[in-house]
């Protein structure tokens, strides 16, 4: 069964830095692309960031573009979303998800974590 | 940037109702969407995929169909757990982009 843990959400102020981090299990986690998707509390879904099988191909949101950076380690089934220069608009619970598998290129978002919440204020 | 537009923004139904959710696409999506469910305090989950096809696990009476631009998703007789928020995404291009979410009320 695929599992994706998140942790790292804080209350933080405005111009600080965060780093989040998603711990996944029952796959082969080398073999799929990651994605950050974050949701305000009430409001719709926006998607943040995505990562290839390897981490040599990450893509990002125009709205995070410069100040977030997301990597991965596979050898411990872990990816990162380090967050800098940070905005009251960034308030949102932030989900890690799994992707499409290598073999393919789309940005299909299947599994998702059950989030954490990161405050800035 | 691919516009979702997913209607309607609510909806009221019985147990045991067919109701149908809709999202347009600004552009062709090549059939890249997928219907997400999400209850009060919990994560999305993903419910179809390549806009017709069921996720394993997921039971028969959720549906998607599609038809150029426009997508459906439909569960055919409504049960009490599927009162809940549901979201269309499209994934066929940078950047993946999601509908406003419709939710289903009991009425």
């Known amino acids: 069964e695929v599992h994706l843990v998140e942790s790292g959400g804080l209350l933080v102020q405005p111009g600080g830095s965060l780093r989040l981090s998603c711990t996944a299990s029952g796959f082969i986690f080398s073999d799929y692309w990651m994605h950050w998707v974050r949701q305000v509390p009430g409001k719709g879904l926006q998607w943040v960031s995505r990562i290839s099988n390897d981490g040599s191909d990450v893509t990002y949101a125009e709205s995070v573009k410069g100040r977030f950076t997301f990597s991965r380690d596979n050898a411990k089934n872990t990816v990162n979303l380090h967050m800098s220069s940070l905005r009251v608009e960034d308030t949102a619970v932030y989900y890690c998800?799994?992707?499409?598998?290598?073999?393919?290129?789309?940005?299909?978002?299947?599994?998702w974590g059950q989030g954490t919440l990161v405050v800035v204020s | 940037d691919i516009r979702m537009t997913q209607s309607p923004t609510s909806l009221a139904a019985s147990v045991g109702d067919r109701v149908t959710i809709t999202c347009r696409a600004s552009q062709d999506i090549h059939y890249g969407l997928s219907w997400l469910q999400q209850k009060p305090g919990k994560a999305p989950k993903s419910l179809i995929f390549?806009?017709?096809s069921l996720q394993s696990g997921v039971p028969s009476r959720f549906s998607g169909s599609s038809y150029e631009t426009d997508f459906n998703f439909t569960i055919s007789s409504l049960q009490p757990e599927d009162f809940a928020l549901y979201y269309c995404?499209?994934?066929?291009?940078?950047?993946?982009?999601f509908g406003g979410g419709t939710r289903i009320e009991i009425k």
């Open positions: 998800a799994r992707g499409a598998h290598k073999s393919h290129g789309n940005y299909y978002v299947g599994y």
């Open positions: 995404l499209q994934y066929d291009s940078y950047p993946p982009s």
């Open positions: 390549g806009a017709t």
